[in-house]
């Protein structure tokens, strides 16, 4: 059974840092792709970043390119969401996703569509304000 569990969220100043973490448990696969969404509260679902599990091709949103970095920890079965320079428009509750774990067998797709996301966390909450 799949299941991914995000971590690190919290409540920090413009300007701060925060990691999150999506440990990913009963999954691995060299073929998936672990993308970070996050969802304010009246907003739309916006997709973060991306990244394939197996060669770290990484994908980021306009809005956060330049302040988070996303990462793989094989070893620990981890997708990593570093952030930085953190603004109150960063507010939202984050959740981690993962295609299936044969989404890249025969070709090459990436970044995958929102829906070819099947598996999602719990979200964590990240609040960002003075």
């Known amino acids: 059974q799949v299941q991914l569990a995000e971590s690190g969220g919290d409540f920090v100043q413009p300007g701060g840092s925060l990691t999150l973490s999506c440990a990913a448990s009963g999954f691995t696969s060299d073929y998936a792709v672990i993308g970070w969404f996050r969802q304010a509260p009246g907003k739309e679902r916006e997709e973060v970043s991306s990244i394939t599990w197996k060669n770290n091709n990484r994908v980021y949103a306009g809005s956060v390119k330049d302040r988070f970095t996303i990462s793989v920890d094989n070893a620990k079965n981890t997708v990593v969401l570093r952030m930085s320079s953190l603004k109150p428009e960063d507010t939202a509750v984050y959740y981690c996703?993962?295609?299936?774990?044969?989404?890249?067998?025969?070709?090459?797709?990436?970044?995958?569509?929102?829906?070819?996301?099947?598996?999602w966390g719990q979200g964590t909450q990240v609040t960002v304000s003075s």
């Open positions: 996703a993962a295609t299936k774990a044969d989404f890249n067998v025969g070709s090459f797709i990436f970044p995958p569509r929102p829906s070819d996301y099947v598996y």
